[in-house]
């Protein structure tokens, strides 16, 4: 096994740079690069190039020069603005000589400063990370709690109207987008158009500090519950129905006719013999389905919620074209995402010491 999971680390360094290589190319050709966003900025303040304007305000450029010239000509701002930008931003290097560059600190998880926030990469992904995990956590838990007992009674009842109707409901949920739940939860529980039962947004209420550890507690529940309900009702519908087919696979074996034969209960066959064997693919994948609770669903569910998270902080980089952010929070993610694969493998052989990944290679 030892071997194995020595060959699967080293494998990491190609895909991770090979997922950094087509982010980066791809990048290239999205109009409105920093260098555009911080001119739009700075046209929005009156006083931040007041070095290259007279007395008056007015630019020193002339005004009537040719639209298809360079934006910069076109917008009116000194070329010696634009060169300070694109040397700040280092986009006066290169593509090759940047992309080497950025890839060599992010092997030393250099991950540098944001263009836009004067903050450290690393900085902001440790202060926002906290909120994303809390809420692919608790998805995740939900999503378990509910579903293996669900699906269970499903595979028994197999052909049953409660399977028909509960598969009905489990399909309908899964078809909705994650997205237009959360809003309909905002406009039916947050004061949208009907109940104000839950908080709109944010993780915390603005007098957290003055609750005591009881109330804080109620209050990191009161604003968590819808969403958690948004972030879950996608890994709900796949996890009950994994688990009512896994069941439903096991429970045909011969082992189980055997067991039914000696004269065991129906219930002692179901926990005693079926379950370990049917929770195998459930149990083992808990590390990917959280992976993609937490990165699938938090940049819609953060931004709709107001969460100050992973997600939204994605989301608004690529927004605002903060590269540092973009790119720094993709090699996490990656990084991150290849891992947790190799922990999936060893949650197999953990719950099936059977599993030998080495022999399947060989």
């Not at 990191?220 to 009702?233: D, G, K, M, Q, R």
């Not at 996890?239 to 055997?258: G, Q, R």
């Amino acid at each position: 096994m030892g071997a194995y999971i020595i060959r699967r680390l080293l494998l990491i360094i190609p895909t991770l740079l090979g997922i950094m290589i087509v982010n980066f190319a791809l990048v290239q050709f999205v109009p409105g690069g920093p260098v555009e966003q911080a001119i739009a900025r700075a046209q929005g303040q009156g006083d931040v190039f007041g070095s290259f304007a007279g007395s008056d305000g007015e630019s020193t450029l002339d005004q009537d020069a040719p639209a298809n010239d360079q934006y910069i000509g076109a917008r009116g701002l000194p070329p010696e603005f634009i060169e300070q930008l694109e040397k700040e931003f280092g986009f006066d290097k290169p593509p090759v000589t940047r992309f080497l560059n950025m890839m060599w600190n992010y092997m030393r998880f250099d991950f540098g400063e944001s263009y836009f926030r004067s903050e450290q990469v690393v900085d902001l992904v440790i202060e926002k990370m906290p909120v994303s995990i809390t809420l692919g956590l608790w998805s995740t838990l939900i999503a378990y709690i509910i579903s293996i007992p669900l699906g269970i009674r499903k595979a028994v009842r197999d052909g049953s109207r409660f399977d028909t109707w509960t598969s009905g409901a489990i399909i309908m949920a899964y078809a909705i987008p994650g997205f237009l739940f959360a809003i309909l939860l905002l406009v039916l529980f947050a004061g949208g158009s009907y109940w104000q039962i839950f908080p709109l947004r944010g993780l915390t209420s603005d007098n957290w500090q003055d609750l005591s550890l009881i109330g804080k507690i109620a209050d990191y529940f009161w604003h968590i519950t819808l969403p958690v309900i948004a972030s879950t009702i996608a890994a709900f519908a796949t996890l009950t129905l994994l688990t009512k087919n896994s069941f439903l696979d096991e429970i045909k074996k011969h082992y189980v006719m055997t067991a039914r034969a000696k004269g065991l209960t129906e219930r002692r066959v179901l926990y005693g013999h079926v379950f370990r064997n049917a929770m195998l693919i459930v149990i083992a994948g808990f590390p990917a389905v959280f992976i993609g609770v937490f990165f699938g669903g938090s940049v819609i569910i953060e931004t709709i919620f107001s969460l100050d998270g992973l997600g939204r902080l994605g989301y608004e980089a690529a927004v605002a074209r903060d590269y540092p952010i973009v790119f720094g929070t993709l090699f996490v993610f990656g990084l991150i995402g290849l891992l947790v694969n190799i922990l999936s493998d060893l949650m197999y052989v953990l719950v099936d010491p059977r599993i030998d990944f080495e022999k399947r290679e060989g």
